[in-house]
């Protein structure tokens, strides 16, 4: 009995113990198979690395106020060199790929500074490529191109191929590595090229072991000479700003904003690139690849530009300047803006000559030389004097401080005798003048009676509260004008000239913007392109612009109606008449002559319409254009293209919007 009851005792023992021994297997199969399956599954495929590489995200689109395209994506087809599927005939992958593109006369990526023919040497003005070569060749300061030559042909290993074609596939097998090429960075061969060409290379994709054909967003322009100097451009990363961009998540093949809105918006039209990871094995091979992140297209910037406006303005300028020319006239370029009266929102800043983004790089040199300077943003950094334009200004200054009463009149006798020592002359003989008559007939001896009145401290003082001489806050660059900075209030030469708007010189933007400030009343905005930043699909809006109030011009209603209804008086019955006299709308203005030594004198305009309820201010400066009234029409198209094109309608190439 005692032995029955030991054997049934470890019966039991054993019994628990197995029991035990299957929940821990089973608990342990359930971990494996359910739990944690993906880690062992990762286990049990044999990989042994994970890595990932870049999906690129689209750019943001960029366009007008009224949503139409000015700056979008189009599908288009790069060859890509994908380094997780690289074999060992990567030199006869390359001469394949290099023959092929010039079968078909299309360009590839070389950025090795050697020459492209026997005998081989440093390209010139290469100086800090070579230095990079050099250094990527850990070779000698001294090292001749010959040099170079050799240490590529043993490091990548031709000797079997000829001279020539040596020279292709190590300037491709270079930019590789100047590319930081991995997995992580693959190697764009050749951008943009053509269908055909895309065909062959797919044809041909069982020879090419690593390279693709991939599909990928291309900026385009709806109109590549609209408001080019404004809209910019895009283009690669300089090796300067390589480690900066880098440091940022960029890849070396990124295409950035480089001026104009697309510099100034880079953070929010670059978008999120997305992420394809790659599972290795032990010899590097690819096990398989997902995509585990999900690019994100760029952000939509609404601009504050108006395509009609803009379009009639470069137009227009054309027109005027080439019907000046036909006349026998000096006139060689112009420029005009338009902002809105209550927020300084620039509707439209159009110049001539312009030129085509399109062709731009092809044609730079001639550009660059081209004396009328077609790259010039005239609208924001062309710096004039703004002539008889001025005078408002001084208007309001001087009834402001009680140094002219409505009602006086002043007798112009045409020259100015105050002062011994500069006595300059007035364009007629006006005789007795109020301010209404003096700014519609512009005449300069009532001016420099005003000016002598204020003196010049007080004059600049006024000057800047309109924002002359003054950055105007807009994002594209602009200039901040020559203002001169008198010492005293004192009196001279000096102050008589920058009384009709000699001496100091200030931009067609700040121009527009004084005259918006006038018009409204004495509110001066910061000048802004941007109405707002949206999601790619406008669903969202991220950023919005509110006007921005820089300062306000103390004017009594008495004295700045009295100024309005002298610009008024311009274009019923003054010197603007001829441009304006019969519009349909009562248009407030002011013409201006503004001299330049030695040549023709230029043409200057400013306007704010409608009269009574003003909503657009404008100014057009035509460089050596004689006149005033000759860039009245300018205004006059501009004015048309507000208030009377259909700009409001839907355009064919309004952006899908979602509605919630």
């Given at each position: 009995m005692p032995f029955q009851r030991k054997s049934q005792t470890q019966l039991t023992v054993l019994s628990v113990i197995l029991i035990i021994t299957i929940l821990l297997f089973t608990s342990r199969i359930y971990s494996i198979q359910i739990t944690?399956?993906?880690?062992?599954?990762?286990?049990?495929?044999?990989?042994?690395?994970?890595?990932?590489?870049?999906?690129?995200?689209?750019?943001?689109?960029?366009?007008?106020?009224?949503?139409?395209?000015?700056?979008?994506?189009?599908?288009?087809?790069?060859?890509?060199?994908?380094?997780?599927?690289?074999?060992?005939?990567?030199?006869?992958?390359?001469?394949?790929?290099?023959?092929?593109?010039?079968?078909?006369?299309?360009e590839w990526k070389d950025t090795l500074p050697l020459t492209y023919e026997a005998p081989y040497s440093f390209k010139a003005d290469s100086e800090s490529d070579i230095d990079k070569m050099l250094e990527i060749l850990e070779l000698a300061h001294y090292a001749t191109a010959e040099n170079c030559f050799n240490e590529m042909v043993e490091r990548y290993e031709l000797e079997s191929y000829t001279t020539e074609e040596m020279r292709k596939i190590m300037g491709i097998r270079y930019s590789m590595t100047a590319a930081d090429f991995s997995i992580s960075y693959p190697f764009t061969f050749a951008e943009d090229i053509p269908v055909e060409l895309m065909r062959k290379v797919s044809e041909s994709s069982f020879r090419l072991n690593g390279v693709t054909v991939d599909v990928v967003p291309f900026r385009e322009y709806t109109d590549t000479s609209l408001a080019v100097n404004l809209i910019g451009s895009v283009g690669p990363i300089f090796k300067e700003d390589w480690e900066e961009y880098k440091a940022k998540g960029y890849s070396y093949d990124d295409k950035v904003g480089k001026s104009?809105?697309?510099?100034?918006?880079?953070?929010?039209?670059?978008?999120?690139?997305?992420?394809?990871?790659?599972?290795?094995?032990?010899?590097?091979?690819?096990?398989?690849?997902?995509?585990?992140?999900?690019?994100?297209?760029?952000?939509?910037?609404?601009?504050?530009?108006?395509?009609?406006?803009?379009?009639?303005?470069?137009?227009?300028?054309s027109n005027i300047v080439r019907e000046l020319q036909s006349k026998g006239g000096s006139c060689i370029a112009g420029t005009a803006v338009a902002v809105r009266i209550d927020s300084a929102q620039v509707l439209c800043a159009a110049n001539y000559p312009t030129y085509d983004s399109a062709t731009m790089n092809k044609e730079y040199e001639a550009l660059a030389s081209n004396p009328a300077k077609p790259l010039t943003n005239r609208a924001f950094q062309g710096v004039y004097p703004i002539g008889s334009t001025i005078k408002p200004i001084v208007a309001i200054a001087a009834l402001e401080n009680n140094k002219y009463a409505l009602g006086e009149t002043i007798k112009c006798v045409r020259n100015y005798a105050f002062f011994a020592d500069y006595q300059p002359d007035c364009m007629h003989y006006h005789g007795h003048m109020n301010l209404k008559m003096a700014l519609s007939k512009s005449c300069n001896y009532f001016f420099f009676e005003l000016g002598r009145r204020l003196g010049a401290m007080t004059l600049t003082d006024y000057f800047k509260q309109f924002g002359l001489g003054v950055k105007t806050g807009v994002e594209v660059d602009d200039a901040k004008g020559i203002i001169i900075e008198p010492k005293s209030n004192g009196v001279g030469g000096d102050t008589l000239q920058i009384s009709i708007g000699q001496m100091n010189a200030f931009t067609p933007l700040q121009l527009a913007n004084y005259t918006a400030t006038l018009a409204n009343g004495g509110t001066h905005y910061k000048a802004t392109l941007i109405d707002s930043v949206v999601s790619y699909n406008m669903s969202e809006t991220y950023k919005e612009i509110s006007p921005e109030v820089v300062n306000t011009v103390n004017m009594s209603d008495t004295n700045l109606s009295a100024v309005k209804e002298g610009m008024l008086s311009v274009t019923v019955d003054g010197t603007g008449r001829a441009a304006l006299g019969d519009y349909p709308i009562r248009v407030g203005g002011k013409t201006g002559t503004s001299q330049v030594q030695g040549k023709v004198d230029h043409s200057v305009f400013v306007a704010f319409a409608p009269f009574d309820n003003p909503e657009i201010a404008i100014s057009v400066v035509l460089e050596h254009g004689n006149s005033g009234y000759s860039a009245g029409s300018v205004v006059r198209d501009i004015l048309d293209a507000y208030f009377y094109a259909e700009s409001n309608s839907p355009a064919e190439d309004m952006p899908f919007v979602v509605l919630d």
């Open positions: 944690n399956a993906e880690e062992f599954t990762d286990k049990n495929d044999g990989a042994s690395a994970v890595l990932t590489s870049v999906l690129k995200a689209p750019r943001g689109e960029i366009l007008d106020c009224y949503g139409r395209q000015i700056a979008i994506n189009r599908d288009g087809y790069n060859i890509v060199f994908n380094k997780a599927y690289i074999g060992d005939n990567l030199n006869d992958v390359i001469l394949t790929l290099v023959n092929l593109m010039e079968s078909h006369g299309a104009g809105i697309e510099k100034w918006g880079e953070e929010y039209l670059r978008g999120t690139d997305g992420e394809i990871t790659y599972r290795l094995d032990t010899e590097g091979n690819i096990i398989s690849k997902e995509v585990t992140k999900e690019p994100i297209a760029g952000k939509t910037i609404m601009l504050t530009l108006d395509k009609t406006m803009q379009r009639k303005a470069q137009d227009s300028l």
